[in-house]
């Protein structure tokens, strides 16, 4: 019996989609810089053709920025936004406090290769320069 209730406690449950999904970037407003998560979205896009960034609370709006510099930029298009309120508990045995949770899905645009490379192009001729 303490094997089966060791093994229920060890017991690991995950959303199999969300498990699943290697293109996915969880975006915090305080443990890395903007054009970190924005050069991460690009690499993302390069391997997997579309990227999902996803935040918490008073990260939304640095999601936001992320998704409408690559939108501006002519690297990203928009497919799918989903918003809804998960329950975080804040304290082990404390009351669930609900937060706000985005996911925007972006996907490449048919000119993401072209400028990719020019911008490539621009790096290694300025290194050239210097």
């Known amino acids: 019996m303490e094997g089966v209730t060791e093994g229920v406690n060890n017991l690991n449950i995950t959303d199999s989609a969300s498990a699943n999904k290697k293109n996915r970037i969880q975006v915090s407003n305080t443990k890395k810089p903007l054009f970190f998560y924005v050069n991460l979205a690009k690499r993302y896009m390069q391997q997997h053709n579309e990227v999902e960034l996803s935040a918490l609370g008073m990260a939304i709006a640095t999601v936001v920025t992320i998704a409408e510099i690559l939108k501006n930029n002519g690297l990203a298009v928009e497919k799918r936004i989903m918003t809804s309120t998960v329950d975080m508990r804040e304290e082990t045995g404390g009351r669930p406090v609900p937060k706000a949770k985005i996911e925007i899905l972006l996907g490449k645009t048919e000119k993401f290769d072209e400028l990719m490379a020019a ?8 290194d050239e320069q210097s």
Do not use: K, L, Q
């Not at 911008?119 to 300025?126: L, P, Q």
């Open 119 to 126: 911008a490539t192009e621009e790096v290694i001729d300025n």
